[in-house]
């Protein structure tokens, strides 16, 4: 079956330091591929996906790279905010059924 | 704004009580849905697939008689936890299919606390 590892948390951070979170998958095939964030008290929101290889998602000033050769599609923040402060999933699959990642908090210190 | 709808955000209720909790697609037909359970600092683990007009599929060592899922129309799916107990207490998160933008939608949780 599928399955996601994602880097483990938590995550601190000062305001407008660079930020990674490691996510690889495995999946027989080629899934979709997904980062949801997760404010505090809320649902999950789509930050950005990427739906085949070498397709690089983008919103918020985030970013991911959907790679084949090394099945990964690590999340990227060149400048991080306090309100980034969030836990983000990475996540697998089709519309049809997801694979999360167990989850990474994230902590940004003004 | 908002594209799924949960309700209640959050409910308390009493050990031995039942709880529904509400799952709406506000703009788009949603043949399937889905719930998920959230258990603290954890991932979301897929509880069922909610099927408009026919039962539930439900995940492995999810009691179908504990949780009661139906999905009566295009727009709404219900979770009915039933007889509750506190170890109930979690995080419920549905999710909703839309077949013409391909995407997934998720609702803002349904936090239950049993007391």
């Known amino acids: 079956g599928n399955s996601v590892t994602q880097m483990e948390g938590p995550v601190t951070l000062s305001e407008e330091a660079f930020l990674t979170i490691n996510c690889t998958y495995t999946?027989?095939?080629?899934?979709?591929l997904f980062w949801y964030v997760q404010y505090p008290g809320e649902g999950l929101q789509l930050l950005l996906k990427a739906t085949k290889a070498d397709d690089k998602g983008s919103n918020k000033g985030f970013e991911a790279t959907y790679r084949k050769e090394t099945t990964s599609f690590h999340l990227e923040k060149g400048s991080v905010q306090v309100s980034d402060s969030a836990v983000y999933f990475c996540a697998g699959g089709s519309a049809r059924q997801l694979t999360f990642g167990s989850g990474t908090q994230l902590t940004v210190l003004p | 704004g908002a594209v799924v709808s949960q309700h209640p955000s959050r409910v308390i209720c009493k050990s031995g009580t039942s709880v529904k909790i509400e799952c709406r697609s506000l703009?788009?037909?949603?043949?399937?849905m889905f719930w998920y359970r959230q258990f603290p600092k954890q991932s979301l683990m897929l509880m069922a697939t909610s099927n408009e007009g026919s039962k539930a599929t439900y995940e492995q060592g999810v009691e179908k008689d504990k949780f009661l899922i139906n999905h009566a129309s295009l727009t709404l799916s219900t979770l009915t936890v039933t007889s509750a107990h506190p170890e109930d207490s979690s995080f419920y998160i549905c999710?909703?299919?839309?077949?013409?933008?391909?995407?997934?939608?998720f609702g803002e949780g349904s936090r239950l606390t049993v007391l």
């Open positions: 999710s909703a299919r839309d077949g013409a933008r391909g995407e997934l939608f």
């Open positions: 703009d788009f037909q949603a043949t399937t």
């Open positions: 999946a027989t095939g080629y899934p979709s």
